[in-house]
């Protein structure tokens, strides 16, 4: 992981990783915790079939995703699902239909820097099949894939490999 040299607070390159959840700075006792973000991914279902989105750029550029994101400043997870479905997807979401399945830690890594997570689980079951115009800079493509075709490996993020594992047991 990239380390952060320069103290925020008194500016001296002092700054020391622990090498698990914080810098601090001995000169001047300025702490900064590296503090888990909350995201949340949703598996939008439409019988025994699954959106997924294929990433357009790092982390995992490629591989198969679940749409979502992180979690914003005073939003709720539901609210981010709400949130990150329709600006990567155009769908709109009645809250009600969210069913919280589960949360699992991941890291994701973005510019050198890992950015430790717990991954909020949803389901959100659609009446039909849709296709959406996407917004290319992150997507690429999305893809309805029948669950009993899916390839754990695909998937871009250890967590989502985890997730659908157990997920899968269960259909």
Known sequence: MK??????NCGKES???????????PDCNFTLYNNVAGAVAVVIRHQDEVYLTR??????KGKLDLAGGFVDPGESAEEACKRELFEELQLAVDLSGLKYL???PNV?????????TIDLFYEYNVPEKFEVNLELSEISEAVWIPLQTLQ?????????KTFFKEYLKKI
């Open 3 to 8: 380390t952060l040299k320069y103290c925020p």
């Open 102 to 104: 589960a949360s699992l």
């Open 108 to 116: 994701y890594q973005y510019k050198e820097m890992d950015y430790h």
């Open 15 to 25: 700054l020391k990783w622990d090498g698990e959840k914080k810098w601090s700075c």
């Open 152 to 160: 754990v490996d695909d998937l871009a993020f250890d967590s989502q």
């Open 55 to 60: 990433r357009n750029r790092d982390p995992k």
